[in-house]
T-cell receptor, first 115, second 116 residues
Framework: EDQVTQSPEALRLQEGESSSLNCSYT??????LFWYRQDPGKGPEFLFT???AGEEKEKERLKATLTKKESFLHITAPKPEDSATYLC????????????????FGRGTQLTVWP | SAVISQKPSRDICQRGTSLTIQCQVD?????MFWYRQQPGQSLTLIAT?????????ESGFVIDKFPISRPNLTFSTLTVSNMSPEDSSIYLC?????????????FGEGSRLTVL
């Protein structure tokens, strides 16, 4: 059973067309929710960590928000260089047999921004 | 943020052979993690490597298949043994600063293995 579900799987936007990516999770006792960006052939690049519902963080055109069941990554006026796969991961207390500090990742949303 | 170097960045291997991936970090860390990223799948934790103790493996991964070394606080290796095409994947080394329960997780660039 997936702990983390990301949607949509793929998203195509025209440059300047704002949108949101979703990350829903089913774990209990959330200790942190993480967003990463991954370019082809590269390792994931850390973007944000959110720890509690209501928390928001921003970086350039990206803004991450968190509720008790999901997180959104809002992309405002995207540019072609924002094209990448965006990964969401959670760390939780409530996962049975969970290794200390383990993160559970979603499958990612592949974002393409065309000019 | 951490500087994490992995070698090799990519390799093509024959079935039945073994390959060792190296991970070097620019500062001392207690815990290092090895993840696998298969096409279309989420990142999956293989094992946690602590310096001075045996690695801790996740369900579905065993030491005979993925032996890990952690000789010091800045270096680790992961060996993929007796490879089959199903082992074709990206293998990622990662470290976490700020303790096991807090702080950000940083990744290396990954090692892309193709097994023929």
């Amino acid at each position: 059973e997936d702990q983390v579900t990301q949607s949509p799987e793929a998203l195509r936007l025209q440059e300047g067309e704002s949108s949101s990516l979703n990350c829903s999770y089913t774990v209990s006792g959330l200790r942190g929710l993480f967003w990463y960006r991954q370019d082809p052939g590269k390792g994931p690049e850390f973007l944000f960590t959110l720890y509690s519902a209501g928390e928001e963080k921003e970086k350039e055109r990206l803004k991450a928000t968190l509720t008790k069941k999901e997180s959104f990554l809002h992309i405002t006026a995207p540019k072609p260089e924002d094209s990448a796969t965006y990964l969401c991961a959670v760390q939780a207390e409530g996962v049975r047999g969970s290794t200390l500090g383990r993160l559970y990742f979603g499958r990612g949303t592949q974002l393409t921004v065309w000019p | 943020s951490a500087v994490i170097s992995q070698k090799p960045s990519r390799d093509i291997c024959q079935r039945g052979t073994s390959l060792t991936i190296q991970c070097q970090v620019d500062s001392q860390v207690t815990m290092m993690f090895w993840y696998r990223q298969q096409p279309g799948q989420s990142l999956t934790l293989i094992a946690t490597a602590n310096q001075g103790s045996e690695a801790t493996y996740e369900s579905g991964f065993v030491i005979d298949k993925f032996p890990i070394s952690r000789p010091n606080l800045t270096f680790s290796t992961l060996t993929v043994s007796n490879m089959s095409p199903e082992d074709s994947s990206i293998y990622l080394c990662s470290v976490r600063y700020g303790g096991a329960l807090t702080g950000e997780l940083f990744f290396g660039e990954g090692s892309r293995l193709t097994v023929l």
